[in-house]
């Protein structure tokens, strides 16, 4: 019979896309990921993956393969937790979601104090909704709204997403072309700045752009970093523009290390949800998460 871990590495190399994401995920080696890949690629007789550049793209075999065994190996991975869950009789085990900005500026201080065992998930919402309602993660933390009975939202906060800069950037050349009225030219001076972006969401600046210009923006930002942190971080360097939740940027607009350039004509504003189901074997536990979360967003 195959190495039911050929299949568990194949199925992390289809969801990540890449090598490194798949190793990443599994916490094994690479050379291991590519081992299981070409033990199960010998073993089917067929290529189930195109490598270009970095990305791996499956191939048709590869979806095939992909759509039988998946099913069969999330209900072993589901029966895999819950058999873990059985085991824990005095210290429970908790698995959260949330996007990574979230916990760095939120839960990350308060981990090492937690009473019970804490297992902390990064992905897209939809995918953490989907996990939520199918018992892989406990709770998550969310702008957005599933619509399963099976989940609970309970908004507990807001963000709003605003434009930030370094503190070279000349803030009153800005408003004096706000004080204008006009529109292009707002937008042309902001098109003339240096602008940050991060490698997997630009859902906020495509957003922020559309409400106050009524289209997409049609340029890329000049630099790509990892997270929105990241973005904090360089625009203290002085110069530069992006487009972030308020909350993650707080502190540093309060000790003047980066500057409040504008809330937009017409403010871009989330709600912030706690997804959970209703049936929840952690009551005590995912309503001590709640109060951090309050505590650190009130």
């Not at 990305?55 to 190996?73: D, W, Y």
């Not at 309602?133 to 807001?158: C, Q, R, V, Y």
């Not at 707002?186 to 210009?213: A, C, P, R, V």
């Not at 350039?261 to 074997?281: A, D, H, P, Q, V």
């Amino acid at each position: 019979m195959v190495n039911l871990e050929w299949y568990r590495t194949f199925k992390a190399i289809y969801k990540t896309g890449t090598l490194t994401g798949a190793a990443e995920s599994l916490f094994i080696s690479q050379p291991g990921v590519s081992l299981h890949l070409s033990s199960l690629e010998a073993y089917v007789g067929y290529k189930l993956f195109d490598r270009t550049g970095r990305k791996m793209h499956p191939t048709e075999r590869g979806k095939v393969l992909f759509n039988a065994i998946s099913e069969s190996l999330s209900k072993l991975e589901e029966v895999e937790k819950n058999f873990q869950k059985s085991t824990e009789k005095s210290t429970p085990t908790i698995s959260v979601g949330m996007c990574f900005e979230t916990f760095q500026t939120t839960l990350e201080q308060y981990v090492s104090s937690l009473p019970f065992n804490l297992i902390i998930c990064f992905g897209e919402y939809p995918e953490m909704l989907d996990q939520l309602d199918k018992g892989i993660l406990d709770l998550i933390i969310t702008p957005k709204k599933g619509s399963s009975p099976n989940i609970e939202h309970e908004a507990f906060s807001s963000e709003q997403i605003i434009l930030v800069g370094g503190n070279k950037v000349n803030i009153k050349s800005f408003q004096n072309t706000l004080e204008s009225g006009d529109s292009e030219k707002i937008e042309d001076w902001l098109k003339q700045e240096k602008w940050y972006g991060t490698t997997g969401d630009m859902e906020h600046l495509f957003q922020f752009w559309t409400l106050n210009f009524g289209h997409k923006p049609d340029f890329r930002p000049n630099y790509i970093v990892p997270n929105l942190n990241s973005i904090i971080r360089c625009l203290k360097g002085g110069t530069g523009l992006a487009v972030i939740p308020d909350f993650l940027c707080k502190n540093e607009i309060d000790n003047k290390e980066i500057s409040l350039i504008w809330k937009g004509e017409r403010k871009l504003e989330n709600t912030l949800y706690f997804g959970c189901r209703k049936n929840t074997s952690y009551p005590n536990e995912i309503a001590h998460i709640k109060s951090l979360f309050r505590k650190v967003m009130k």
